[in-house]
């Protein structure tokens, strides 16, 4: 993690993360990521205060794609089962958030406005939630959920 620390301008951080988990089977032996495996995780924030009362700040999160989990294989015709475990991984995971928020300061309180965009890009960020079943061939059948969809916010915080 690289950091930097500002009341005034810039201020700001980047954080990786790198991990990896596999796992043994003690019966069969069998050897596969775990089902939370994701080996890249990268995180930047940054705020920039422009005025005394007007600030304005953004994040990117980047996750490279956990497992999806079971034995489930990939083509293009979709999923399928397969003897290996955890070999199928969601997309991986993109999103950029901003914000922007304007502080009026009275004698005995403060009032501050913000105004935001999670998924500022509308990424169509993937998660597994399982499959609806299988037929005689191996085909599975089902999809991956959407995340979050592009989400505008506006907020009000009053402090006395």
């Known amino acids: 993690m690289v950091q930097r620390r500002s009341a005034n301008k810039l201020a700001g951080w980047i954080s990786y993360a790198y991990s990896r988990t596999r796992l043994t089977e003690s019966r069969s ?31 990117w999160r980047y996750g490279s794609g956990q497992p999806i989990p079971g034995f489930y294989g990939q083509d293009a015709a979709g999923y399928f089962l397969t003897t290996q475990r955890n070999q199928v991984r969601v997309p991986y995971y993109n999103r950029v958030d901003v914000r922007l928020s304007k502080a009026f300061l009275f004698k005995k309180a403060k009032l501050t406005l913000t105004g935001e965009v999670l998924n500022l890009l509308n990424r ?26 592009i989400l505008p916010s506006a907020g009000l915080v009053i402090e006395f």
């Open 124 to 149: 169509e960020n993937l998660r597994f939630v399982g499959f609806d079943f299988f037929n005689g061939n191996g085909r599975v059948f089902g999809q991956l959920d959407r995340v979050l969809p």
């Open 29 to 59: 032996g069998l050897t596969f990521p775990s089902d939370f495996d994701q080996r890249h995780t990268l995180n930047v924030y940054g705020n920039y205060r422009f005025a005394d009362t007007w600030n304005f700040s953004s994040e």
